[in-house]
């Protein structure tokens, strides 16, 4: 079967919701028009417009606040499957914007949100995008505690589980070995270390056996230790299914 722009979209609201052919049919109706976007492009806005609903259907993005005089913090990653400027709120919050760090493939979703306004609050459809809402909750209460109370060596752990999680809920990479298209000066960013600390940290992790990197391929040898090591708890534990 032709893979859809929806597809990613589609295998995530499956691990979280109960979607019949009908709600799977909307969706791929209601995700249009792909289009290619390079690195470093900002999704925040259009034209001077506020920015519309999309799909982020390939390639990785972060959401991210810059100080004024430059420093960083990454606040989440956007992967495949994720919505960039998708709110069912009438004013959502603008706590950050977003930046492709790949080239990334996105495609229109106002339709889809147009179609969750018109929903009635109990449709299968409607109660599993509240779902999706609860995960992005989850992942940044993920980020908060990695931030707040977690060494180096359990943040860097705890986000490689995350990032494979999601990877492997979207249908991209499901095993152990994922794609890590980022800088060591980014994952500093998004998890509020220093570059040098960082590699340092991945050192470690490496020395230790849990986890073996080759080039842009990081390999999770050991999930288990990392996961007791860090206290991870899965997404899928974490949000109950509609």
């Known amino acids: 079967m032709t893979s859809a722009p929806a597809d990613p979209l589609v295998r995530r609201l ?7 052919p009908g709600e799977i049919d909307l969706l791929r109706e209601a995700i249009q028009r792909p289009a290619s976007v390079g690195p470093r492009a900002d999704l925040s806005s259009q034209n001077g417009k506020g920015a519309k609903a999309r799909l ?3 390639g990785w993005a972060a959401r991210q606040r810059v100080l004024s005089d430059g420093r960083r913090q990454i606040v989440g990653f956007v992967l495949p499957g994720d919505f960039v ?33 018109a929903q009635s609050y109990a449709s299968p459809l409607a109660a599993t995008m509240r779902a999706i809402a609860a995960v992005e ?15 180096a060596y359990e943040r860097l752990s705890h986000l490689f589980l995350e990032l494979r999680e999601r990877l492997a809920l979207a249908g991209i990479e499901p095993g152990d070995t994922f794609t890590l298209p980022m800088t060591q000066e980014v994952l500093a960013d998004a ?27 990081v390999t999770l ?12 708890v899965p997404l899928t534990r974490l949000v109950a299914r509609t």
């Not at 996105?106 to 147009?114: I, K, S, V």
């Not at 989850?138 to 707040?148: D, I, K, M, N, S």
């Not at 590699?199 to 080759?214: A, K, P």
């Open 137 to 151: 909750e989850a992942l940044l209460a993920h980020h908060v505690t990695r931030l707040g109370r977690q060494t």
């Open 14 to 20: 499956t691990a979280f919701g109960t979607l019949g």
């Open 56 to 58: 982020l259907v390939a």
């Open 221 to 232: 040898v050991d999930a288990a230790a990392l996961a007791a090591l860090s206290d991870y």
């Open 85 to 117: 400027s998708f709110s069912l709120h009438r004013a959502p919050l603008r706590y950050a914007n977003t930046v492709t760090l790949t080239q990334a493939v996105l495609a229109e979703a106002d339709m889809l949100l147009e179609a969750c306004t």
């Open 191 to 217: 998890l509020g270390l220093s570059v040098v600390h960082t590699n340092r940290t991945l050192q470690q992790l490496r020395r230790d056996g849990l986890i073996r990197m080759s080039g842009v391929k």
